[in-house]
């Protein structure tokens, strides 16, 4: 039966949006004490647990409970502390002491499990501090320089003393800092040496780097505007951000700078040591170091001797679009040192497909192929030199689920069978520190770095299954693949109307190729009827944007399944697809959009696939199409309404890198290839402006530094120029995000320019994202105390 109730849709809608808390357990991040226990958290029938798990055995005990946490804190504080709300930050468990430490409210506690008691203590540790192997020391970034904690006995001492704003020292590019210069909590991009005796970092030179200013129109206090200039690197600047690489001495802060040219910031702004490419030997005596080159067709791997800073090139891998040397370009690469052997476990491309090689460090010779075959390496989750293994996850390696399903697999470093260690249909999710999917956990007081699936000799590993229609369920595995416990089963309440979506495979425009994507009823759907179908579209070359696993598993893609669902409350048909161009594919469909960013994701292939779907299904009325979506789906949505209009008659643009020319040099450039102005002109939106035909909306944050305002106000320009009407909603205290404020006006322009029909004005929608702020804002002081009875 069709819904035709507004009240009803914009319910339903809002609930799509905040879906994820509506399934419990979907998602398991264990954290490892031993090799042989860890802990995770849960939603019990009171709350949140924390559960310590006996690998071995798969027995599960409860070590404590957030409501008790709560209880505890708010006697403590004499304040009411909702157990919902409250952020236990890098909670540590020691198990001798049965103590859980972490820190709320700007303090740090040691909470009794067994009595329940808590008392405050010193901070003796943080997330953001670099430790020395012998956990003794440990490297802090303060002031733009490095200074060594005695951990013992908490004295502190500089071991760089001229690092500047512009030229700090283990510090990331300004550009990622942002505006409100400083480095926070950051971790210092630097590495210890195996003995303690060196440390090898950077000092990252944005001195010859011009600034990109924001205007702050709507000041939280007062009325005059504020500029907040930061120094950020564009495609053609001369002088892009470098790195000095150099060694200092522990004992004596003597540097030893390495002899090689200044190294380009690449990989989305990257350094060395963010993107796992700089590592020591096991005798402490060299460092390595990868040199990406600018526009990113040639990485050298660099040898370089502390003691004298002499370095050397043991090899290069070149391309002739960009050197991928692993799959997710905002995350570490697939490099793993093996110093022990004196071996590098390299990703490449080279046979068209990602896969695995072994190198000798010590002659920079090619040893031998680890994978091959029709399928991709997708991530590298351990390597163990001891049994000479690697445990991994493979893409595509079952044929019938397609080429990015994803199964965990182990083989021999030298070599030979690959054995897939859980076959089961689905999508497998097994955490590796740091990944992109766990970036958000930080927000929610754990360390990224510390979760993993996998145990720390590699003897056990953690998975969850399941698919865009299976409920999420998590397995304990020993290293062979042997299932010892189920952890947990996902249970979803999910709103009345929910209908999970359809996996559609497609052939691109030019015939042959296929293309993968989920297609989600309307709500409400009646096969009687025909609805609008709206292309809910990422067209970054970076990602890939189709889910593949349940929304609350906790991977990559949840948010896209959600906001499809959302926007199906409208009463139409909504098309996730990744066209050619687009990443976790071979490389011959990844690169297919380079020197051509327009065409990630190829919106001739989503022509094609509607095109498919108009025949497949006659409930689909194409003659109302319309696109969406948000940054890089921002950017294609304005490219679809400017160049196809004959097909998408309606286009809402969120927060759209709009031209290349005032985004990141490392992303233009290695995606677009090195400035030319004729040629950087192909992909600017405004260059297609005068084909504007339908209507759009442009949504955009007035304070997004990712994708800069600028480039959206020279793109109205070239409309007005062209004299072609479009739709504006600026945000002004807003960043690269949607609000509920955004969402809402993309709600109602939609239904009134695609379904034809004047929804009620409705209230901001509520997003995951205004929750997680709330409950920062809410933790960022302690609770006013509860005034005493009179």
Known sequence: ?????????????????????????????????DERR???ERRGPEGIEYCL????????SVLATRPAIARALAQHLGAPVDPDLVIVRNPRFDLDRNILAFQAYEASYAYACGTGSLARIEKTADVSWRASADGRSALVLRDFNLWLRDLPGGQERALTTDGTESYAYGAPPAAMRGTRVGIGDASPEAAWSPDGRWI??????????????LAEYAPTDGARPRIHSNRTSLPGDPKVTEFRMLAIEVATARQVEARYPRLAAVRMNSTPFGAGLAWWSADGATAYFVDIERGEQAANVVAFDVATGRTHVLFTEQSNTYVEVGVNVYTPALVMPLPATGELVWYSERSGRGHLYLYDLATGALRNAITSGPWQVRDVLRVDERRREILFLAAGIEPSEGPYVVKP???????GAVRVLSGAPGEHVVWRPNSMSLLMKRLEGMDPGAISGVSPAGDYFVETVSSVSALPHTVLRARDGREIATLEVGTADLPDGWTAPEPVCFKAADGATETFGLLFRPFGFDPAQRYPIIDLIYGGPQVSHVPRAHFGSGALGGIAYLDAMHLSALGAFVLILDGRGTAERERAFRTASHRAVHTASNLED???ALEQLGRAHPQIDLGRAGITGFSGGGYMSAIGAFRYGHVFKVAVAGGGNYDQTLFWHTWG??????????????QAAKTYAAGLSGRILFVHGLMDEGCHPAALFQLVQALVEANRDADLVLLPRAGHEWTGYGLRRRWEYLATHLLGESPPHGAPFREPMDR??????????APERTPPPC
């Not at 849709?9 to 809002?14: C, G, I, M, N």
């Not at 090898?200 to 200013?213: E, G």
């Not at 450039?669 to 040629?679: C, K, Q």
């Open 772 to 781: 997680i702020k709330e409950r920062i804002r809410l933790n960022a002081r």
């Open 38 to 40: 860890f802990w995770y």
């Open 1 to 33: 039966m069709a819904v035709r109730d507004w009240n009803e849709r914009t319910a339903f809608a809002q609930a799509a949006l905040l879906a994820g808390d509506r399934v419990a357990n979907g998602a398991v991040f264990p954290v490892w004490l």
């Open 669 to 682: 450039e290695r995606y677009h290839g090195l400035h030319d102005a004729d040629h950087y002109a192909s």
């Open 409 to 415: 697999c182990a083989v021999s470093l030298d070599g």
């Open 606 to 608: 989503h022509v094609a």
């Open 200 to 213: 090898l970092t950077l000092q990252t030179d944005d001195r010859d780097v011009p600034a990109l200013s």
């Open 53 to 60: 798990v006996d690998a071995a055995s798969g027995t599960r």
